[in-house]
């Protein structure tokens, strides 16, 4: 089977009206960014944020008809107002000393919101980040788990839930639950290899939409997983969201934590509040005859963070049962929560929970500063 064109989804588009209006998608010259990669359709529909609304059904109908195309595997569809922003007005820089208040809107009934980020992929950032939020959970607490990596999302497999999140009312999405938690990520929305090629605007309207387009309750806490690095992602969440804090994971080694340090300072430019430092893969213990090894060195997390005047919350080994858990679908901190690791994590959400209990009474927000 030949595989679809570009040409045949705007073609298939052009036969999606637009709200309030005798033309078409295409004609209006609202589609943007149209990704085909191996019966993998991805692309974006330009509206302004009053008419979000008005077209998510339509939305939807593009999805449906996309689908509908011979070769097509799987199709997503994402409403960004970045082309009417761009038009109205150009983008200022901020002053110095000007501050950008996050909008409380996207996520009214989250009482904490945490970000958990890295400077580098590779490090274990999900896997800390889904133990840490089921680690909470056993604490009580109303958990929720945003999956902010779009380009890599993980949490699906890691909490061992798949397939398209229902929606009461065709507008908001229910997050999907396993063990109590709820958790939303891109991964419910495309197929598992679907290559998201995406520019930052559209990163940015994605992770929104996570947010304010999905029936998340009342939460104590949300746990945020960020994608690697210093980029689109995580200025999106420092601007828009109402951080309580972060925490950025680490291994021990040089050339990680030369990393993890421009992620610390990132989110203290952008004053959002560094919850501490965690170290994972900190050693491996053989399983068969015990001995330690560090693999990648040992005490560097620490040691940075006392460096650069941060907390330091723990360290996890590099284990056998973290990663077979992980890849089953059952989180240590859920399946085994006497385990030893378990307990870690178990310390490690203490920390946090205590200090996001001080913190997220400051309703600042976050202030963007240019030097």
């Not at 008419?51 to 059904?57: I, R, V």
């Not at 089921?134 to 798949?162: E, F, R, T, W």
Request: glycine fraction near 10%; hydrophobic fraction near 40%.
């Amino acid at each position: 089977m030949a595989e679809v064109t570009e040409e045949q989804v705007r073609g298939a588009l052009s036969s999606v009206a637009a709200p309030g209006g005798d033309k078409d998608l295409v004609a209006l010259g609202l589609v943007s960014g149209v990704v085909v990669r191996d019966g993998n359709v991805g692309f974006t529909i330009e509206i302004t944020p009053e008419q979000a609304g008005a077209f998510e059904p339509v939305r939807k109908q593009a999805e449906e008809i996309v689908a509908a195309l011979p070769g097509v595997l799987s199709v997503t569809a994402v409403l960004t107002a970045e082309r009417v922003q761009q038009q109205q007005r150009p983008q200022q820089p901020p002053q110095q000393g000007q501050r950008q208040p996050p909008s409380k809107e996207l996520v009214p009934d989250v009482g904490a919101i945490v970000a958990v980020a890295s400077g580098k992929g590779g490090v274990g950032k999900s896997t800390v980040s889904i133990n840490l939020a089921m680690a909470l959970l056993a604490k009580g607490l109303k958990v929720g788990l945003l999956d902010a990596d779009i380009y890599g999302p993980s949490m699906p497999k890691m909490l061992g839930v798949y397939g398209r999140p229902d929606s009461e009312d065709g507008n908001m999405l229910e997050p999907k639950e396993n063990y109590g938690l709820k958790c939303m990520s891109i991964g419910f929305l495309v197929a598992e290899d679907t290559p998201m090629i995406w520019r930052g605007p559209m990163v940015m309207s994605a992770i929104e939409q996570l947010l304010r387009d999905v029936n998340w309750g009342t939460l104590d806490i949300m746990v945020v997983d960020l994608p690697p690095g210093t980029g689109d992602a995580q200025l999106t969440m420092a601007q828009r969201v109402p951080l309580t804090g972060a925490i950025i994971v680490s291994t021990p080694q040089d050339i990680a934590l030369l990393d993890a340090r421009k992620g610390l300072n990132m989110f203290r430019k952008v004053e959002v509040p560094v919850l501490g430092i965690i170290e994972n893969m900190s050693y491996f213990a053989c399983p068969h005859c015990g001995e330690r090894t560090d693999i990648f060195s040992h005490g560097g997390a620490k040691a940075t963070a006392e460096e650069m005047g941060a907390d330091f919350l723990g360290e996890i080994p590099l284990d056998m049962a973290i990663r077979e858990a992980s890849d089953a679908g059952k989180p240590i901190t859920a399946a085994d929560p006497d385990n030893p690791h378990s307990q870690a994590f178990m310390a490690i959400a203490d920390q946090v929970w205590e200090k996001a209990q001080a913190l997220k009474g400051d309703s600042q927000g976050p202030k963007i500063v240019v030097q």
